[in-house]
């Protein structure tokens, strides 16, 4: 147990009996000595390398994890660009999202199950959180927890500082180490010591905080809530071969394949991105139709069951187009008025051959994208992404 003088702030997200200490801390113990060493195991790695892991505000959605990971991984570009360190970019396992109400186990899911992990290593050195575990024994020398600046802002500029925590963290120090729950890895990992450090700018300012004395001489990094810092070159070449990294894994793909083929008379050349409409082809018309959350939290955006379908069928008259694929989170009920209204309505239905189970729900999501982004137009709910 650590020590009475020890100041610190947290709550375990952990049911545990011993005594729950502040996170907030001047700690004795150094990362990466005694037991706890940094041994790497199941791989070789040159002795300079460094690993940068992140998370992201648990209510977050897939296309903001999507977008933080961009940031993230422009970061550990710049730092492989300046430093004489090999820095790795490690993926956080992806959480039970809100839109994922299938009832099945959908918790700590590896990124090779959405993205093709060759691609995404193709822009920085990328590797699993199970993978960094294997290699470290699951050893973080240092968690930085992003937050704001309490008092808020009023003019923006680039600055950080360590402060106390704002809010209450999710570990308990035990003997030296921070203790919680890691991705799932809750008996495994562990981290040598933690700060909380508010931050106004992009993410590339975060060098300046990796290079700094009391960092720099530790090789794993966990930097939560990565949301908290912007792009650095929003739009330029880095944000594009970032963007074009994040290619979907191929189970996904081809089963979007196979259905355009199956059900849309459509078969385009396989590939990692949109291919050119082949002639005649794509002649679908694709609608991203949003429900459940959207109807309370942008009721304005979202028109009846029987208001979508008159849009809808107008659209189909002015393109002199027949076939539409709707990707929806509506329920059943809603999908089979919607069809009643607009027969020519197709949906990716994953409960009939048992798709839902093999991809999960986040796999289907990306399977219905896959199909919408090869109609030959595309329309959708407003303010939604897809």
Not at 7 to 36: D, H, Q
Request: glycine content about 8%; hydrophobic content about 40%; some cysteine.
């Amino acid at each position: 147990m650590a020590a009475c003088s020890v100041k610190i702030v947290y709550v375990s997200a952990i049911i545990f009996t011993r005594l729950l200490l502040p996170c907030w801390a001047e700690g004795t113990f150094e990362a990466g000595t005694g037991e706890y060493g940094t041994q790497r195991l199941g791989v070789a790695r040159p002795m300079n390398t460094k690993y940068l892991i992140y998370s992201v505000n648990p209510g977050e959605g897939f296309n903001l994890r999507r977008d933080v990971h961009m940031r993230a991984a422009v970061l550990v570009k710049k730092l492989n660009l300046e430093e004489k360190s090999n820095w790795i970019l490690v993926l956080p396992p992806w959480p039970h999202l809100y839109h994922w109400q299938s009832p099945m186990p959908q918790d700590d899911l590896p990124w090779a199950r959405f993205f093709d992990l060759k691609a995404l290593s193709d822009f920085v050195p990328t590797i699993e959180f199970e993978q960094f575990v294997s290699e470290t024994n699951g050893l973080i020398d240092q968690i930085i927890h992003l937050q704001p600046f309490k008092e808020g802002w009023t003019k923006f500029e680039e600055k950080w500082e360590v402060r106390p925590c704002i809010d209450r963290c999710q570990y308990q120090l035990i003997e030296g180490r921070w203790w919680g729950r890691f991705f799932g890895y809750n008996e495994v990992a562990s981290a040598g010591d933690y700060k909380c450090i508010s931050v106004l700018g992009p993410a590339g300012m975060l060098r300046n905080v990796l290079f700094q004395e009391d960092f720099v001489n530790k090789s794993s990094f966990l930097l939560e809530r990565f949301e908290a810092v912007i792009h650095d070159d929003y739009g330029q070449k880095d944000y594009w071969k970032a963007r074009s990294s994040m290619v979907y894994a191929d189970h996904l793909r081809s089963e979007g394949y196979d259905y355009m083929a199956n059900q849309l008379n459509y078969k385009p050349e396989r590939g990692k991105g949109r291919t050119p409409l082949l002639d005649g082809g794509g002649s679908f018309l694709a609608v991203h139709m949003r429900r459940r959350d959207y109807l309370y939290a942008h009721p304005g955006y979202i028109p009846s069951i029987k208001g979508a379908a008159n849009q809808i069928k107008r659209m189909l008259e002015k393109l002199q187009i027949k076939k539409v694929f709707i990707a929806t989170d509506a329920k059943d009920s809603e999908k089979e008025e919607l069809h009643k209204l607009v027969s020519s309505t197709m949906f990716y239905n994953p409960l009939s051959d048992h798709s839902r189970w093999q991809f999960g729900d986040g796999g289907v999501a990306i399977i219905e994208q896959w199909i919408a982004a090869h109609a030959k137009y595309f329309i959708g709910t407003k303010e939604s992404t897809v």
